[in-house]
């Protein structure tokens, strides 16, 4: 099965913004609920945030206040805006369904510097 396309990722001084972009194929978004997931430098991979099918959110609470998900569900799109970035918050970011994960992307990079 294809995997999900990431994008817009890149370097970022800390206290700045990046918005992610997922997209996906078909009906997928419309009827499961979809998730960005990160993994850093040596570290295994961690929920960032999810959003069901309704519109319901899930945040990671370390990202909680900072990050927001939406969903553009006739683009079949999901966003990740990532606002008051800190240096921990570098990781590939990949994006999948919660459930009966597809095959896994090849992610993007964030990248936030002192």
């Known amino acids: 099965q294809v995997p999900f396309v990431e994008s817009g990722g890149g370097l970022v001084q800390a206290g700045g913004s990046l918005r992610l972009s997922c997209a996906a194929s078909g009906s997928t978004l419309s009827f499961g609920t979809i998730a960005w997931y990160r993994q850093g430098p040596g570290k295994q991979r961690d929920l960032v945030a999810s959003?069901?099918?309704?519109?319901?959110?899930y945040y990671n609470p370390v990202v909680k206040g900072r990050f927001t998900i939406s969903r553009d569900n006739p683009k079949n799109t999901v966003y990740l805006q990532m606002n008051s970035l800190k240096t921990e918050d570098t990781a590939v970011y990949y994006c999948?369904?919660?459930?009966?994960?597809?095959?896994w992307g090849q992610g993007t990079q964030v990248t936030v510097s002192s």
């Open positions: 959003i069901s099918r309704s519109g319901a959110t």
């Open positions: 999948n369904t919660l459930v009966n994960s597809r095959t």
